[in-house]
């Protein structure tokens, strides 16, 4: 990952040395390393000294009686969904400004010691400034993702929480007994799921496009419903996890600028338009009286998780060093 870390001595590269991925550690530790006192931490969300290039984020999983019912952070694979603080939303404005490396901490249930994740970037961002109304954040934790595969983990999403207490990580190259697997093999086992994705979204929509029925394969694009990243293995190959669209609708639906209804397939357009929006739309020939031309009760559980995880959330800035994956990822056979 190519963080402030590894650009200058500072706060963010102090941390990166000091901590470990996959151990766990106590709050007073994490106060100390960032120059405060123990007591200052307590009860805090967010660590984010002034001045400094590094933040850190304390969440716990387990929901009790003095959990903020509005906070819905929970972990899935590799991707974290975070709910930002109620008031004070200096956290935002870091991640839009990228001003500061951002470090994650969980702990399954209060008064356990916090398991460290890396550092983690922000992929979509809906931003909310209204106070007691917090904002939601996906981050794609790419440290934590990066030490998966190299540790031979296939689903990320299968991975017990204790794996790594259990199979402690080894910086000697020497006691590395997993075969670390290199970019070439990911690029070629990513390449084949994405074939065979694509054959199957085809056959799926009848090879014709979900909206439009333009027939013209090579002119349309096997979008995923739900993001190759935050889906099982499983899940990345599944049809009903497809729609197969013109560049103009995958383009808005994977930016989550439209998105379509779970129960009847009709397009949800944007809630707040500019002029200048409605216009673009409608030279797209896309307004709200287009549906999928067929749904079923798999498709519409995807549709559902894009409704609320993609639709209105704004792009990330996205810049691990997992780009070359990601770039098969996203659109390698459009």
Known sequence: MEGFAERHDGLSRKLVDCLIIGNTYKLDYLATLIGWQPQAAKGKGVLAPKNQDAQILLMHLEKDRYSTETYTDHLYGTTLF????????????ALIDGA?????FIQQRRKQPYFYYGRAVPIRMQINWELGNPSRIVFDLVEYASLCRSRGVEDVHTLSPNYFLEHPVSYDEETVTVPLRTESEIFTSVRNAQTFYRQKAIAYWDGRCAVTGVDNVDWLIASHIKPWREST?????DPHNSLLLTPNYDKLFDKGVISFSPDTGRIILPETQSQKMWKNLSKMNIDDSK??????????????????????????IYGSTEELIDGIIAKSFS
């Open 82 to 93: 975070w709910s930002g603080q109620n008031s004070i939303k200096t956290t935002e404005k």
């Open 233 to 237: 293995n499983a899940e990345r190959v």
């Open 291 to 316: 549906y999928l031309r067929h749904m079923d009760d798999e498709v519409a559980k995807y549709l559902e998780y894009h409704n609320q995880y993609i639709y209105r959330f704004e792009s990330g």
């Open 100 to 104: 500061k490396d951002t470090f994650v």
